[in-house]
């Protein structure tokens, strides 16, 4: 069985600061990755996705994530936050190869202050 | 344009009167889900559908149902609602590597 764990539930950083939202798995194959933004009373979008290759995975909105399998975490960083970009962040795992079921974590709310 | 459409966006209802909240997608996948999402427990998974006619339980299906008789739907059926169903929910559906959600559907069931 595969888990997430988001241990942020809320990261609070001030405008222009760099941010680290931290995820950890659990998986016993090899996996894919993911993070999804959600802003208020929207619907969840993808940020970037690792599904093979470089670790270091570069998404929208200058959003990056590192993928370090001995450490089992995919850490999404941000070197300087806008008030844009406050919402929930969902990371996700999925086993790697067919269509395998998705796990999600808590999500972890960033609040950008001014 | 790839989309998840979802009706009702949202919808308030009584204890026990039956519902469906209907999903598409046009981007002819075969894997489809149904989550909900509930403060502080992130998304879970009620049901998915690996193609026409095949699905199967997800992490938290009591209460739900779900058929798959064509590809592009995926209809999620409360038959007899009740309170702790009130959540947000979403349909998904996979492509390669990649969910893509619908915009969701505010449920509140008193």
């Known amino acids: 069985a595969q888990s997430v764990t988001q241990l942020d539930s809320q990261v609070p950083v001030f405008e222009e600061a760099p941010v680290e939202l931290r995820c950890n798995y659990s998986?016993?194959?090899?996996?894919?990755l993911f993070w999804y933004v959600q802003y208020p009373n929207q619907g969840l979008q993808l940020l970037l996705k690792?599904?093979?290759?470089?670790?270091l995975v570069k998404g929208i909105n200058g959003f990056e994530a590192e993928f370090n399998k001995s450490q089992t975490s995919f850490h999404l960083r941000k070197p300087s936050v806008h008030i844009s970009d406050t919402a929930e962040y969902f990371c996700?795992?999925?086993?790697?190869?067919?269509?395998?079921?998705?796990?999600f974590g808590t999500g972890t709310k960033l609040q950008v202050i001014p | 344009e790839a989309q998840v459409t979802q009706n009702p966006r949202y919808l308030i209802t009584v204890t026990g009167k039956k519902l469906t909240v209907t999903c598409s997608q046009n981007?002819?996948?075969?894997?489809m889900s149904w989550y909900r999402q509930d403060p502080g427990l992130g998304l879970r998974q009620i049901y998915y559908?690996?193609?026409?006619?095949?699905?199967d339980k997800g992490d938290v299906p009591e209460g739900y149902k779900v058929s798959r008789k064509e590809k592009r739907n995926f209809p999620l059926i409360l038959e007899s609602p009740s309170p702790n169903q009130t959540s947000l929910y979403f349909c998904a559906s996979r492509g390669y590597g990649e969910q893509y959600f619908g915009p969701g559907t505010r449920l509140t069931v008193t």
């Open positions: 996700a795992v999925t086993n790697s190869g067919g269509y395998q079921k998705v796990t």
């Open positions: 998986s016993s194959v090899s996996v894919y």
């Open positions: 981007m002819n996948h075969e894997y």
């Open positions: 559908s690996m193609n026409v006619e095949v699905t």
């Open positions: 690792y599904l093979s290759g470089s670790t």
